[in-house]
């Protein structure tokens, strides 16, 4: 059952057959990009290319460095469908919004999700420009995109013993070092911002367990799990989270480490495309 707000609105499956009827069948990988990705695209041979606004239902991204696009595209020998840009929780839009994208690849097909996204370090041995591939997560959220009715044809409870497929994260940890990226590995945790942390509470995620702090992905890994896909997810430490460095945190900081860093990740995307596809 529906509530009536799902029930009104243009919901994923009308997104999807929407996209169905102008792309034919769905490549079976999709990518997420996230703040500091979007340079995978010119390894990219984009064949068509829809704006998040002309496709119906679909939340628009507002934030600056996430664009709002969907691509279809052939990454190296791989089709790939790519979201570029996403929308936050911390822009307003409900967990339910906030993963209708996801929803839409898996109306449309999709059996594997590879989320990316910017992250602080929380871990001490992690390097502004790292990258970490994600084993498991931590909701700090506040909320989580399975609350209300249990979508059509799902399951009320679902389990994420383990969230992150093996496999593919092995890949793409792989991917990143024949990128030539420091790689590592570790827990995600996802507060719904927008402000950045405090030190405080960044000692009590360490304590807690988590190595990387976000604002994002954890509720689009939740829906893709419900849907049955695959999920790899990969952070770019683009900041230490705060009080683990000198002076204050800011989006330029997280901007620019990104930027710094998007060749080599837009090349691990491409390996690891190339790669997974391969077997
Ligand atoms: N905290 C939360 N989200 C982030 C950070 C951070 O330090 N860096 C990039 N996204």
């Known amino acids: 059952m529906q ?24 490549p079976s990988l999709a990518l997420v990009l996230g703040s500091g990705f979007a340079p995978v695209l010119s390894h990219a041979r984009i064949q068509q290319r829809f704006d998040y606004s002309e496709i119906p239902g679909f939340p628009v991204a507002t934030i600056t460095g996430h664009a709002g696009q969907l691509l279809v595209a052939q990454l190296g020998s791989r089709p790939v469908l790519i979201l570029s840009g996403r929308v936050h929780y911390y822009e307003g839009h409900s967990l339910d919004r906030v993963t209708f994208a996801v929803r839409t690849l898996a109306a449309l097909g999709v059996r594997q999700l590879v989320l990316t996204n910017a992250a602080g370090g929380i871990c001490p041995e992690f390097a502004k420009g790292d990258f970490m591939v994600l084993t498991d997560h931590i909701n700090f959220m506040g909320a989580n995109p399975l609350r209300g009715p249990v979508w059509p044809g799902r399951e009320r409870f679902i389990d994420l013993t383990q969230a992150y497929d093996l496999e593919m994260s092995e890949r793409l940890f792989q991917s990143g070092e024949k990128a030539g990226l420091k790689m590592r590995r570790g827990v995600y945790l996802a507060v719904s911002g927008p402000s950045y942390e405090t030190p405080a509470e960044i000692r009590a995620f360490a304590r807690l367990g988590a190595a990387a702090v976000g604002m994002s992905t954890v509720p689009e890994t939740i829906a893709a799990r419900d849907c049955g896909l695959k999920v790899a997810a990969v952070s770019c430490i683009t900041n230490l989270a705060a009080g683990r460095s000198e002076g204050p945190l800011s989006h330029q900081e997280v901007m620019d480490t990104a930027d710094l860093t998007g060749r080599l990740a837009g090349k691990m995307l491409l390996y690891f495309a190339e790669a997974y596809g391969s077997e």
């Open 3 to 26: 509530t009536p707000e799902k029930a009104s609105a243009p919901g994923p499956e009308l997104a999807a057959a929407h996209l169905r009827e102008r792309i034919g069948p769905a």
